[in-house]
Every structure is written in structure tokens, then in C-alpha cells.
């Protein structure tokens, strides 16, 4: 076990670098986002009081300029509601600013040691063990007391391994996180790259329509001066080529605006794909349909290289009890991860089927047989990824993958 810290004025310089550091507070806040860790968090701290006989424990996260508590258990109201205090009176930084465990047995017998804690709260005696997320000291566990105490080094064992429980599922937490962001960022990614190309299109047909205006205006200038009188009719008849012009200006003008209003339709769905596979949504029931149509939007500039994908008649009304933004982004990059494996082809390379098999839907997505290298690889790859979805899982085959959807019991209506 790591010698405690008994000099809180220690190398006070490289502790201010530490605790400022941008990658240490950078760690530190992704743990915020995070509310699920309340309850198991809670969890440990009442257990770390309840083992050494604290009456306080907390979870402290060392911010830049607090320190904020993920869970304590015994905190007095006003502490329990904001659950801050400043970084620079704490007894955490000296922990998280030395990566090592930090004791006090008595604060008022400490010299050097800020005492704002103690007047405010009576802390006098504390315990804190160093918690970690992605190599980073982030915070403390930490256990207090209103009385000078003792603090033997079986309690500090106890302690220490509850502090480990804590960093266990700090990297459970954040390496789902991860991957999550990883599964989304790859399902998304070409749908990003094709709205672009559409939208430089819609550019494009905006310059070559207003191009095809300026073909019209000599023709609507002579026709309306010929309105006002101003011209004899063989004066316009010798523009006759003019207005010839811009009589197929006119069409090159309507044709334009169809492809624009294709365009822009194809960039407002893509947009929906995208949101459908980044945007959780609550409650209703999703289609397996639906999952299908955003996941082909999100995967096409990737499966339009290698010939596209076909997707065999199945029943539009099997519906899935999957979170409809995961079935989307574990279906998208299923489908672009073996796309990437697959060379240029004439006709598509890619068959979706899709088939009930109780409790369970199953989307078989079948391919031209993978090297065995690859094979390997797409499982690793893909089998990491799939670890933080609820309810999706995925086999593998030398000629694609299936993946299992849970089967929702209630029928949505058809789409058409």
C-alpha cells in the first residue's frame, strides 16, 4: 500500500500542475454524464462508513475550481444539497495532487492543513484514496469523522478496496461510454460525408438556376417592352432567337428545380437517419422497417462503392423492443464495417434478410465469403462494439453476420 501523506504543503507547485491539467479535468468531467452511477456509488460510500465506523464517506470528483460529490452518505443538509466545496479548502486535492492517499488524524494537529473544513463542518479526522478514470487521478473516496481519530492500516485497507470497486466501475462506465461513441461515430460518419456531397449538389443547381434565370431576363425585357408599346413587331420578330432561348431556359430552369427539390428531400431524410440513429427516443414501438430505411441512408455512401444493398421482402410490421437509436447504429455499422471489407462489384454484394424466430428478429446480412483475417477481425471489432447495446447481439459467418434483436410483443401498424 502507497505511504500516506502526511505534509500537506508537499510539493505544492507540481500538485497545482496536476490538479490544472487538461487531460486530469477533462476525465474528471465525463464522469458527469453519467447519472446511472448514483445508486452503486451510493451503494460504496454507505459501505466504506459503515466498515471503518465514519459517519461521513464521499465519492469527490476535483474539478478546476471545486470539488463536487458523486455520492456521501452522513452529510450534513446544506453539503448534501449542493454537494460542492471549494477545491482550494479541500482535503481531496491533496490526493488527487499527488495520486497517493492523503490521512489526517486530527486537523487541528496538522500543520499547513487549510482549516475552513473544520471550522465550517467540525471535519477533523479524514481518509481519502486516489480514483482514477482513463489513467487520471480524478478524485477521492474519502471517509470523515468530527473527531481526531486513529486511522490504522486495516482501515485503510478497507477502504482501499472499496476504492478499487469505485475505479472498476468508473472504467466499466467510461469504456461503454467509448465504445457507444465509437458504434454511433461509425454508423453516422457516412451520412455526414454524403450530406455534404448533397448539399455542394444543391449548391451547384443553385448557381446553374440562377444561370438559367439570366438566359430569361433579355426575353423578359423585350416582351415586356413590347407590352408597353415600345417596340413594332418587327423589331421583336428580329429577337425572335432571343425568346427561342428563353423558351428552353424556361425548361432548363424547371428541370433544375426537380433535381433541387430531389435533392433537398434526400438531405432531409438523411438528416432524420441521422438524428434516428444518435437520438434516443422514449417509448412507442419501432419497426423493423424503420430501422432498415435509416440504416441504409446512414450506410449508402459507403455500400454506393461496392454496389449497393438489397434487402429481401420481409414483414413490415415486425417491431422490435430495442432502443431504436442502438437497432440503427448497431445495424448501420454492421453494414458499412463489412462494406469496407468488400472490393468495387457490379451488382450489390450485400443481402439483408429479415426473419422472425421467437423471442427474436433476426437481420442476416449476407456477403461474398471474408479471408479469414478479416473474419477475425470484423468479430473482434464488431463484438467490442456491441458489448453496450441492451439486447443486440451478433454471430458470425465466413459470409456476414446476424444480428438478434429482441422481438417487442405489440405489432405496429404497416408503413404501406
Not at 243 to 266: K, T, V, W
Not at 280 to 287: E, F, L, S
Not at 293 to 316: C, H, K, W, Y
Request: net charge negative; hydrophobic share 45%.
Amino acid at each position: 500500500m502507497p505511504e500516506p501523506l502526511v505534509d500537506p504543503a508537499l510539493d505544492d507547485a507540481d500538485r497545482q500542475r496536476v490538479l490544472d491539467a487538461d487531460n486530469r479535468l477533462l476525465a474528471a468531467a465525463s464522469l458527469f454524464r453519467h447519472p446511472e452511477l448514483q445508486s452503486r456509488l451510493d451503494a460504496l460510500v454507505e459501505q466504506a462508513a459503515r466498515t471503518t465506523g465514519f459517519p461521513l464517506a464521499m465519492v469527490s470528483i476535483v474539478l478546476h475550481r471545486t470539488q463536487r460529490y458523486l455520492a456521501q452518505f452522513g452529510a450534513p443538509p446544506d453539503l448534501d444539497s449542493s454537494r460542492t466545496t471549494d477545491r482550494c479548502v479541500s482535503f481531496c486535492q491533496h490526493v488527487v495532487g499527488t495520486a497517493a492517499p492523503f490521512l489526517v488524524e486530527d486537523a487541528l494537529e496538522t500543520p499547513g492543513l487549510r482549516r475552513e473544513l473544520t471550522e465550517l463542518y467540525g471535519v477533523r479526522a479524514y481518509f481519502g484514496v486516489p480514483l482514477h478514470v482513463d489513467g487520471q487521478t480524478v478524485g477521492a473516496l474519502c471517509i470523515v469523522d468530527l473527531q481526531p481519530r486513529t486511522i490504522t492500516p486495516a482501515l485503510q485497507a478497507s477502504v482501499t478496496a472499496i476504492a478499487e470497486l469505485v475505479d472498476e466501475l468508473f472504467h466499466r462506465t467510461t469504456t461503454q461510454a467509448r465504445r457507444s461513441r465509437e458504434l454511433t461515430g461509425i454508423a453516422v460518419r457516412p451520412a455526414f460525408s454524403e450530406l455534404r456531397n448533397i448539399l455542394c449538389r444543391v449548391s451547384l443547381g443553385t448557381g446553374l438556376l440562377e444561370a438559367a434565370l439570366a438566359d430569361l431576363r433579355g426575353g423578359q425585357e423585350l416582351l415586356a417592352a413590347a407590352a408597353r408599346g415600345e417596340l413594332s413587331t418587327d423589331q421583336l420578330g428580329r429577337n425572335a432567337a432571343v425568346l427561342g432561348e428563353g423558351a428552353l431556359a424556361i425548361g432548363d430552369a424547371r428541370e433544375l428545380l426537380s433535381e433541387h427539390a430531389h435533392e433537398i428531400d434526400l438531405a432531409a431524410r438523411t438528416l432524420v437517419a441521422i438524428e434516428q440513429a444518435v437520438a434516443p427516443q422514449q417509448g412507442g414501438t419501432t419497426t423493423i422497417h424503420q430501422v432498415i430505411q435509416a440504416a441504409l441512408l446512414n450506410s449508402e455512401s459507403e455500400t454506393r462503392m461496392i454496389g449497393g444493398v438489397t434487402v429481401e421482402p420481409f414483414d413490415l410490421q415486425l417491431s422490435l423492443e430495442s432502443e431504436p437509436s442502438e437497432a440503427i447504429a448497431a445495424l448501420t455499422t454492421t453494414i458499412d464495417l463489412l462494406a469496407r471489407r468488400l472490393p468495387p462489384a457490379d451488382r450489390p454484394p450485400i443481402r439483408i434478410r429479415i426473419a422472425a424466430t421467437d423471442p427474436n428478429i433476426e437481420v442476416t446480412i449476407r456477403t461474398p465469403p471474408l479471408a479469414a483475417e478479416a473474419e477475425h477481425a470484423l468479430q473482434h471489432q464488431l463484438g467490442g462494439l456491441l458489448e453496450v447495446v441492451n439486447g443486440i447481439t451478433a454471430s458470425f459467418a465466413s459470409d456476414g453476420v446476424t444480428l438478434h434483436f429482441r422481438s417487442a410483443d405489440a405489432l405496429a401498424e404497416p408503413l404501406f
